[in-house]
């Protein structure tokens, strides 16, 4: 796809030897550079900067106007019911769970909340340390195990009230079959809520007709794994998720009637949107999303996989290299995690950057308990993790492609990674 619909995508960077080359993003997964249409529509809006929701002036009517159309844009794009859904504007994923993990307190009282083994953290702390949890099991390629699922809420008979999972995993990209997760949820009377941050920039998604048994009751996502800036992302959640109770974060722009004795909370979302919202967050979220419209999901998806099956092909036959795939195409987005004999995650990730300018990510990933499974790390050997005494830390490379990246950047990265294979012990004195 085109390179230049994003920016910074001419970068040059300085190896060690002294050359320069173009800069390769296998980074994604992390955070996407924004598009140009992005920067181009802030720029834009920029006329019209204004607070929202609060003024008559001019720019104020208009600013409001575009953040609440936001909602319209982001509710198409998931395939949410404009009459039964709303969608609150919050920091990120992280900050959605949070919020979500807050406000379902009440409908959650005696109830189990099921997490699983392939989380990232985000989707596992907020549930662990407000809820009676239990986590799915993966098996041994880390592919979510859906027999232990139904097993789990037969076990709990019917105490399960919601299942949190993760659209795709952002260790190896493996997509879960949400819509069958969710059938199988709404049989044993559980809620589905899906972490789509690592799915929605990637695959088609839809929350489904909220009659149908394999409708998908949440979704959060984070506008800066979308082409969009840091700092905005989306829950979308029934209206009556937030009827009852109030927000956690309380304030400016919740209420309609405030005296020192009484408060009158607006309705969802505004209830749940303390303080000046982030309005340039929304224009820049609303334009990836037609952005990526316009490129089509199904084409994104297709051109991704066909980048991921080239680079699963050529690096799986490098010697040493450790591949933390069943190579499922068709059941993952555009990640890949590995490591290699002779060099810990860390040294591999910056010999890749120092000797090929190419960015990638090492380490757990904020997903701890599903990298310990992937490595088969004993639990004893967990503990002294835990204590300090074993170390290096676990971990693996991953490299993640973006819509823009190319058949001939993963040509040189794999080039530059066989060369590391046959040279090892030359690669890591070069760190030292
Ligand atoms: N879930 C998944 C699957 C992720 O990959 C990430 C980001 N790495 C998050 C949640 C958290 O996203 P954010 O940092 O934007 O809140």
């Known amino acids: 796809m085109e390179k230049n619909l994003i920016v910074g995508s001419d970068s040059l960077v300085r190896l060690t030897n002294g050359n320069y080359v173009n800069y390769i993003n296998f980074d994604n997964a992390a955070t996407t550079p924004p598009f140009k249409s992005v920067i181009d529509e802030i720029n834009n809006f920029s006329h019209n900067y204004s607070s929202i929701h609060r003024g008559t002036g001019y720019k104020s009517i208009i600013s409001s106007r575009i953040y609440d159309e936001g909602r319209e844009i982001v509710l198409d794009f998931v395939g949410g019911n404009r009459d039964y859904h709303t969608v ?45 949890t239990d986590y799915v099991e993966v098996d041994e390629s880390g592919r979510l195990c859906l027999e232990d699922l139904e097993f789990k809420l037969r076990l709990y008979g019917g105490k399960v009230g919601l299942v949190a999972v993760t659209g795709a995993s952002n260790v190896t990209g493996y997509i879960n079959p949400i819509y069958e997760i969710a059938k199988i949820c709404h049989k044993y009377g ?5 972490d789509a941050a690592q799915l929605i920039p990637h695959s088609p998604f839809s929350m489904g007709d909220i009659n149908d048994p394999e409708h998908i009751d949440f979704v959060v996502f984070s506008a800066h794994k979308m082409y969009a800036p840091f700092g905005i992302g989306a829950l979308v959640a029934p209206k009556e998720t937030f009827k009852d109770g109030f927000s956690e974060q309380l304030g400016g722009g919740t209420v309609k009637y405030v005296s020192i004795e009484d408060v009158v909370w607006l309705d969802p979302p505004m209830k749940e ?65 590995f490591n290699m004999e002779g060099l810990y995650h860390d040294e591999l990730a910056l010999i890749l950057a120092h000797a090929g300018g190419i960015a990638v990510r090492n380490g757990c990933f904020c997903a701890q308990p599903y990298v310990q499974k992937l490595l088969k790390i004993s639990k004893e050997a967990m503990l002294r993790y835990r204590n300090d005494e074993y170390l290096p830390d676990p971990g693996l490379v991953r490299i993640s492609f973006g819509l823009y990246n190319d058949y001939n950047e993963i ?22």
């Not at 005696?110 to 990232?120: A, G, I, P, Q, R």
């Not at 080039?415 to 046959?422: A, D, G, Q, R, V």
Request: charged content about 25%; glycine content about 2%; some cysteine.
């Open 88 to 132: 609150v504007f919050l920091k990120n994923t992280t900050e959605c769970i949070n919020k979500l993990s807050y406000r379902l307190q009440e409908t959650l009282k005696n109830k189990v909340v099921l997490s699983t083994y392939m989380e990232h953290h985000s989707n596992l702390l907020p549930w662990k340390y407000r809820y009676n």
């Open 190 to 194: 559980a809620k589905i809520l899906v």
């Open 273 to 337: 949107e303390a303080g000046t919202p982030n309005v340039m967050g929304v224009v820049a979220l609303s334009t990836s999303i037609k952005t990526l419209e316009n490129l089509g999901m199904r084409k994104i998806e297709e051109y991704e996989r066909s980048l991921t099956k080239y680079a699963l092909d050529l690096i799986q036959d490098i010697p040493g290299i450790v591949l933390y795939d069943d190579k499922n195409i068709d059941e993952k987005v555009s990640i890949i995690s």
């Open 411 to 432: 040509y040189l990265f794999y080039h530059l990674l066989n060369e590391i294979s046959k040279n090892v012990d030359y690669y890591k004195k070069s760190l030292y």
